[in-house]
């Protein structure tokens, strides 16, 4: 009885163990193909971020493009206040376009496609 209580209990954390992998997987991954192409058509066509560390909603907003991210122009306005005043960012995270146009707050891959005109292709 207690070889059996043993089993089913090392049967039930591997069962855990494997659900709790694909689940992180899953949130891993992005419903979008093309990332690093339409990071760089942002940055290519003039668009800056401003943002902070701090700011829960520049987190959230680079979280989405994951490593992708790096192809972005992004300013950090507590490491550089001076270029943040420059443009006027009275909060973050902030999206300047080349026209000038801000987005403001958190705007989500499809609506920075929208804007941007870049091409986000999903899976």
């Known amino acids: ?19 709790a992998a694909l689940s992180y997987n899953q949130w891993r ?4 193909e093309n990332l690093d192409e339409f990071a760089q058509c942002i940055t290519d066509k003039g668009i800056v971020m401003y943002g902070t560390d701090s700011c829960s909603y520049c987190r959230a907003e680079k979280a989405e493009f994951k490593s992708a991210f ?16 420059e443009a006027n960012i009275e909060s973050t995270p902030t999206w300047v376009l080349a026209d000038g146009t801000k987005l403001v707050g958190k705007q989500g891959l499809e609506r920075l496609a929208d804007a941007s005109e870049c091409e986000l292709l999903k899976k």
């Not at 207690?2 to 494997?18: D, E, R, S």
């Not at 790096?70 to 005043?85: F, L, M, T």
């Open 70 to 85: 790096q192809y972005i122009n992004y300013i950090e306005c507590d490491k550089e206040p001076e270029r943040c005043a």
């Open 1 to 19: 009885m207690k070889n059996k209580l043993i089993l089913y209990g090392g049967g039930a954390v591997v069962v855990v163990m494997i659900i």
């Open 29 to 32: 991954s992005s419903p979008y």
